[in-house]
């Protein structure tokens, strides 16, 4: 058997800031998963839908790993990303940090992995690996997967393997802090101010907060979108509000980042903003408990009603990130 030794293995909401963590707190730098996720930039909104999808998907993040990308040009780490086609190659790609020390970052879909209670395909799942032996790997994955797990090597390579939506090339990646690290304090207001950016001037009418008000119209058309509303418009919910995000389809871990940021800087943007996407987080779960009532009862009116919530987050997250942008 094989391990890193030391390994802090929490895991914790969501999937990317649970591997970050794993990794980054391996080489000295321990910060909260809002922060991790805050100075990533990682919040986002896309209503995704098309003709060869089952249902439409309500994303609340920025894609699989921009983060991680985002995280890293803003702290100075160093990150080395590997892709291959070849499985071989791919092994020895995480073999070797391993066997030298170094827990890695996978992407893979979590539709293979052991543990996984939820079999659905999602090609963007993020965890760490920090061991192996001649049967299984050692991952660590967020809390609702149960932190540190196990899969045997076999499903690890089919879940890497994986090919779809949102995939990646049996990718893998590590990550090293620079010797003088920028204080991540200093990273807090061009972290912020880049995703009010990205989130007021989407290029795209089904992104940021033109998508939120997208989605508050096309909601209300659901059940005729779905063969079986009983299973679909519930599944909907329960991917916005427990699919690794803690709820409130990021806008929690958004929330308390901006509190965090608002003990170390003095702000009354900081401190609007802050407002804001705390009443935004308890609508977007309320929206969430109205999908799933429209689609237990079959009853139109619960997906009105979540149409004119969203209609009021949309302006609610707009006039939150105009705040926040004046930072």
Partial sequence: MTKVKDVDTRGAQHCETTALGVLLRHQGLDLSEPMLFGLGSGLSFIYWDSKNMDFPFLGGRVKPFDLTRNLAARLGLELVVQETASPRKAWENVAAPIDAGHPVGLQLDSYHLDYFGTKVHFGGHVVAMYGYDDHDAYLVDTDQQGGAVS??????????????????KHRSFTLTTPRSLPSPQAQIVPAITACAGAF???????????????????????LQRTDDPRRDLPQAALLMEKAGTGGA??????????????????????????????????????????????GESGDEQYLVQAGAVLS?????EREAMQALSRL
């Fill in 312 to 316: 009021d987050l949309s302006r609610i």
């Fill in 200 to 222: 007021l001037n989407p290029p795209i009418a089904n992104v940021g907060h033109r998508g939120i008000e997208k989605a508050g119209k096309l909601v209300r058309a659901w």
């Fill in 249 to 294: 389809l990021f806008r929690n871990l958004y929330r308390d980042f901006l509190a965090e940021c608002a003990h170390l800087l003095d702000s009354s943007h900081l401190r609007t903003g802050h407002g804001l996407y705390a009443e935004a987080a308890a609508l977007w779960t309320e929206t969430a408990t109205l999908i799933e009532k429209a």
């Fill in 151 to 168: 899969t045997s090597l076999t499903t690890l390579a089919q879940a890497r393997a994986a090919r779809g939506p949102m995939t990646a």
